[in-house]
Nanobody
C-alpha cells in the first residue's frame, strides 16, 4: 500500500489545518492508519490512529484539539488540527499497519509510510 500525505503549511498559533493521507494499492478500511510527527531535533512520536474497525486514539498532548477520521469512499485518512500551537510544528507522517490495536502507538508497528508533510506554526 502506498501513502501520500498532504495539507501541511505555515499557519499562525490558534489556526486550524487538515492533513490528508491518500491511500493507494489497498483499502483504508482494512488497515489501522496512524499519524506521527517529528519536530526539529526530536524523535518521531505518535499522534493519532484510526483502526480498521473504527477505533480511534489520540495522544494526550493533542486530545481535544486534533481529530482523526477517514473517508472509505475516498480511501483517505484525515487529521483535523485545531487550536494549533508552536509546539505542534513538525513533519507529519501517515502510516499503515495491520498490527493489533494495543500496539498502534508504536512506530515500529507500522509497515508503510507516507513521505511526510511539514506543518509550521508561528507564534
Amino acid at each position: 500500500v502506498q501513502l501520500q500525505a498532504s495539507g501541511g503549511g505555515l499557519v499562525q498559533a490558534g489556526d486550524s489545518l487538515t492533513l490528508s493521507c491518500a491511500v493507494s494499492g489497498g483499502t483504508v478500511g482494512r488497515y489501522t492508519m496512524g499519524w506521527f510527527r517529528q519536530a526539529p531535533g526530536k524523535e518521531r512520536e505518535f499522534v493519532a490512529a484510526h483502526g480498521w474497525s473504527g477505533n480511534k486514539k489520540v495522544t494526550e498532548s493533542v486530545k481535544g484539539r486534533f481529530t482523526i477520521s477517514r473517508d472509505i469512499a475516498k480511501n483517505t485518512v484525515y487529521l483535523q488540527m485545531n487550536s494549533l500551537e508552536s509546539e505542534d510544528t513538525a513533519v507529519y507522517y501517515c502510516a499503515a499497519t495491520t498490527v493489533i490495536w494495543g500496539w498502534v502507538t508504536r512506530e515500529n508497528s507500522y509497515t508503510n509510510w507516507g513521505q511526510g508533510t511539514l506543518v509550521t506554526v508561528s507564534s
